[in-house]
Each structure stands twice: as C-alpha cells, then as structure tokens.
C-alpha cells in the first residue's frame, strides 16, 4: 500500500498516470495555461486583495471587506489546480465541458447578479474573460479534431 506522502507526490505530478506534456493536444495545454490564469489570480486575491481592488478600481464599500475576496482567491486557487490537473489527462470531454460552462454559465450567472445585487461595472471584465478563454479552448479543440492522427479518448 503507498503512503500518504506517495499518494501525494502522485496527486502532483502524475507520475505514471499522465502522458507526457508532449503528448497533450492543443486544448488540454490551453487549458493548462488558463489553469495557470485562474491559480494566480486566486493568489493574489487570497494573499493581496487590496493590490486586486485597486487594479480593478473598485469603489467603496467593496473595497473595504477584504474576507470575501480572500475566499474567492481560495476557490479560484483550487479552480486552477483543477484545471491544470483535470487537463493533463489529456481529455477532450473536459475541455468540451469547461467550454459549455464558461460560455453558458458564468455570463448568465454574472448577469444575473449583477442585475440583482447593483454590482460595480468592473465585474463586466468578468463577462467577457471566461467566454474569451472559453473561445480559445475551443479554437484549439478545433486544431485537435483537424488533426489526421488525432483519436477520441487517446
């Protein structure tokens, strides 16, 4: 039985599990990159939140509460460590549903809140990234399928 410790070097690596990184097709590398996106921004929002106001501009009060956007840092951390893990399987189903989810989803959703709660404009930055990187990962979803050696689920 493997210890912890190994259990946990596999969780980071993928050592024996996952194809190397030049055999990952365009949008799981894609998808990686973005992972790195969001895992950053989470770092900063976690650790700097004021640094992050003051480069989105936001108005008082929403920049005086610095919790909340140290939550939202945590989870964006551990949305780019899922997507850079989840994408290193090399799944094209997993790129497919972050498409769906960042296209459909997240506009509603802002959209919706924003409606409902009189949220500061800053946050339309918001609407139009995740469609953009949703966007790429299609586009690149797009080359793989284009590509004669490329099979389904390999």
């Known amino acids: 039985m493997a210890s912890v410790g190994e259990v946990l070097k596999v969780a980071l690596t993928g050592e024996g599990l996952l194809p190397p990184a030049s055999k990952l097709h365009s949008a ?3 998808l990686i990159i973005q992972g790195w996106i969001y895992f950053m921004m989470g770092v900063l929002l ?3 939140p004021g640094v992050f106001n003051k480069l989105a501009m936001f108005p008082a009060p929403f920049t005086e509460e610095e919790a909340p956007y140290r939550m939202i840092g945590f989870t964006a951390i551990g949305i780019g460590y899922f997507y850079i893990m989840a994408s290193r399987t090399n799944n094209h189903f997993w790129a497919a549903a972050t498409i769906f989810i960042r296209l459909i989803w997240v506009p509603v959703s802002l959209v919706t809140m924003a409606l409902v709660f009189d949220l500061p404009p ?4 918001l609407l139009a990234t995740d469609p953009a990187l949703a966007i790429w990962t299609y586009l690149a979803m797009k080359k793989d399928l ?4 490329f099979t389904i689920g390999k």
Do not use: G
Request: proline share 7%; charged share 20%.
């Open 122 to 125: 800053q946050l339309c930055v």
């Open 46 to 48: 976690f650790t700097a």
């Open 28 to 30: 799981c590398r894609a």
């Open 146 to 149: 284009k590509d004669p050696t």
